[in-house]
């Protein structure tokens, strides 16, 4: 069973900071990895897939890396801002289509 | 495309009563999966559908709980004899069968049991 751990737990930053999110996973045959978005209150946004013959993946100010030997996923957010304040949680698929999640990272970007 | 949406938002309810959550996907796309996340934690898998039929079911999933997708498209998640631990948010997702299959999710169903 694919075992998903996210560190830190929490992270607090001064607005403009550079973001780094660390995401684990113990079974390094993953198929894809997928990093989300979560509100609270709220459902989840997808914020990037990285597909296992890539090594990273891009979009705006986010990139996420993809170490399938050593199991390890990165989420870099460039120049923070308030609005980036959420839960971002990262998901390998297993098999191509179940998710197994880590527990999350909850981010405050302080203004 | 209006994205994966869920109905209803909030259930609060006795326990002991049964309870019903609608989930409309991406209307394209084939496969739809159902989540559960309890407070501070990450979702935990469910059930998934292709299509119409069930492929796979959690352990999670005891015998209170059942999921349909009659035709394909929209589906349902029911819990019978609802117990205090059944409290969380529902989530639905759904996807494209493909290379990438990015899941798309819905924003959820809470629900309290009390």
């Known amino acids: 069973k694919q075992e998903v751990t996210q560190i830190p737990a929490a992270l607090s930053v001064p607005e403009g900071e550079n973001l780094v999110l660390n995401c684990s996973f113990t079974?390094?045959?993953?198929?894809?990895l997928q990093w989300f978005r979560q509100d609270p209150g709220k459902g989840l946004t997808s914020l990037l897939l990285i597909q296992s013959s890539q090594r990273e993946q891009t979009s705006g100010r986010l990139n996420a890396s993809l170490d399938k030997s050593s199991g390890r996923s990165t989420l870099y957010i460039a120049a923070s801002q308030p609005g980036d304040s959420a839960t971002y949680l990262c998901?390998?698929?297993?098999?191509?289509?179940?998710?197994?999640f880590g527990a999350g990272t909850t981010v405050t970007v302080r203004a | 495309d209006t994205g994966v949406s869920q109905d209803p938002r909030h259930k609060i309810t006795k326990r002991g009563q049964n309870v019903t959550f609608r989930c409309d996907p991406i209307s394209e796309h084939n496969r739809l999966y159902w989540y559960r996340q309890t407070l501070g934690q990450g979702p935990e898998f469910l059930t998934y559908?292709?299509?119409?039929?069930?492929?796979?079911k959690s352990r999670l999933l005891s015998d209170r709980f059942s999921a349909e997708r009659p035709k394909g498209s929209f589906s349902t998640l029911e819990i019978q004899r609802t117990e205090q631990g059944d409290s969380a948010m529902y989530l639905c997702?759904?996807?494209?069968?493909?290379?990438?299959?990015?899941?798309?999710f819905g924003p959820g169903t809470r629900l309290l049991v009390l």
């Open positions: 998901a390998g698929h297993e098999t191509g289509y179940k998710l197994s």
């Open positions: 997702a759904s996807s494209l069968s493909g290379n990438q299959e990015t899941q798309y």
């Open positions: 559908f292709q299509n119409e039929a069930q492929l796979e």
């Open positions: 079974d390094s045959a993953i198929y894809n």
